[in-house]
C-alpha cells in the first residue's frame, strides 16, 4: 500500500474515532501523517538490542565481599 493511501486509511480513521466531526479533515490528515511518518522511523531503525554493557560492574562474582554476608558468622 503506498504513503498516502496509508495517510487517507488512517485520517479516517481518526475521523471516526473522533465522532466524525465536520471541518477538521486538514488536523485528521496532519495527525495522521505524523503518526505514519512515526512508525516508519521506528521500522527504519530495527528492532531494540539489549546493551550488551548495560549491567557491566554489577557482576556478584567481581563484588567485594562483605564479612558475615555469606550466611556464616563472623569469627
Do not use: F, L, Y
Request: charged letters at 40%; zero cysteines; proline letters at 11%.
Amino acid at each position: 500500500m503506498d504513503r498516502e493511501e496509508r495517510i487517507r486509511r488512517r485520517a479516517h480513521e481518526i475521523w471516526e474515532r473522533e465522532g466524525r466531526p465536520q471541518g477538521r479533515e486538514r488536523e485528521h490528515w496532519d495527525q495522521a501523517v505524523q503518526e505514519i511518518e512515526a512508525e516508519g522511523s521506528e521500522t527504519e531503525r530495527g528492532p531494540v538490542v539489549p546493551d550488551p554493557t548495560a549491567g557491566a560492574g554489577s557482576d556478584p562474582a567481581r563484588a567485594t565481599p562483605i564479612p558475615g554476608a555469606n550466611g556464616k558468622p563472623k569469627s
